[in-house]
């Protein structure tokens, strides 16, 4: 029943290749980054890049597709009724309750401001901690920490907008 815009999530997974791209460009926050991680262009040279950038894709769609479930609400909606046995008869009174209900409201908060909204709640609240703990256990400093999730919280911000506007 929800419909899944695979290309929005795939267009979505695409945004945090090309924003580390800008955002970790020395002219930007690279050179800052890599002092306060204790990195330099020698250590960064090498390494199977090919490799890296794949992983970091497959990453960005898992990211992508499960914030659908953060600033998509009428995912909700569907995951209440999925257990019911009439959840998948086209023809029972659940199927067409849930019809009229995604008539009425299937475009409530369906726009980018709010798909970012939610993008940052989700950086703020689950992305910061965990950077932090992170980082704190591997005695890396703040200034670090707030470089990787600005990072973040641009991403979030823009893959949440990009998945709940485009429908």
């Not at 460009?25 to 090919?50: D, I, R, S, T, Y």
């Not at 497959?58 to 499960?66: R, T």
């Not at 200034?143 to 485009?166: P, R, S, T």
């Amino acid at each position: 029943m929800p419909n899944y815009n695979m290309l929005a999530v795939l267009v979505a997974a695409l945004l945090p290749l090309i924003i580390g791209f800008i955002w970790y460009h020395p002219k930007v926050l690279g050179n800052a980054w890599m002092q306060a991680a204790g990195l330099n262009e020698e250590k960064l040279k090498g390494g199977k890049m090919g490799f890296i950038f794949l992983l970091c894709f497959i990453f960005s769609f898992l990211i992508a597709f499960q914030l659908q479930y953060t600033v998509i609400h009428q995912l909700h909606y569907y995951s209440i009724l999925a257990g019911e046995q009439e959840f998948m008869d086209p023809d029972s009174a659940l199927w067409k309750t849930i019809n009229e209900f995604m008539q009425g409201y299937g475009n409530r908060f369906r726009t980018f401001k709010h798909g970012a909204f939610h993008g940052f709640l989700t950086a703020l609240t689950i992305i910061l901690p965990v950077i932090a703990v992170t980082s704190m256990f591997e005695r890396k400093s703040w200034k670090l920490i707030w470089i990787n999730w600005g990072y973040w919280a641009v991403c979030f911000m823009l893959m949440g907008g990009v998945v709940c506007a485009w429908r």
